[in-house]
């Protein structure tokens, strides 16, 4: 089973890298073509997560998230494949409109969000609303702090927060932490990843290394 998804995963994203290849081809010179794959070997998994972005035009971008967590135990796989599609509405206020595949089926999200960048900081604050089988306020919020040791060298701080709330409580939460060092293309180091599911009746934990390629 965890090889058929595995492989399942790899297909599709060969098929996005191409479908986002021709259309940075037909875009021209104002494409810009993002790969951004990394896996964390855990203490309680293996955990592979990749984004690929293109800049369509100086307004439009796309992006396609993935997400496979993989326990060494109970073979079970927790997934999330996502196909977002955003648009600059003003400065750095952005529209999204995304639909994806994770358990326990397909799902659609709406949301608006603000990004913020500066030379060693960078921020993104999401909201919106998702249906999957329900509806439900989905949060999201990241921030990263990439300080200079050397010329080549920088510290790699990020955090990242994901929240799905109902009338009832938080239905599907998500906290990832990373630490360690980026050096050119090459982010590697420390990593956390805590889960939470159906109202916090049933968490897991993934504490290991991480290694991170930026294409």
Known sequence: MRNTFTNYVAQFTLIIFTILLSICAYAGEESQLQFSPENLMGNRSN?????????ITDKLHFSNFAYLDSDYSTKANLYNIRNTISYNLVDNWFSNLAVGLK????????SVQYVKKYNTFSYLLRTGATYQKSWTSESFATMQYVPKISDSINAFLNASLSLNVNTKGITRGIQQFRMGIKNKQLTYGLASNFDQFNYNQRTLTNHGLFLRINY
């Open 103 to 110: 358990n326990p089926g397909v799902y659609t999200t709406f």
């Open 47 to 55: 955990n592979y997560q990749h984004i690929i972005g293109a800049m």
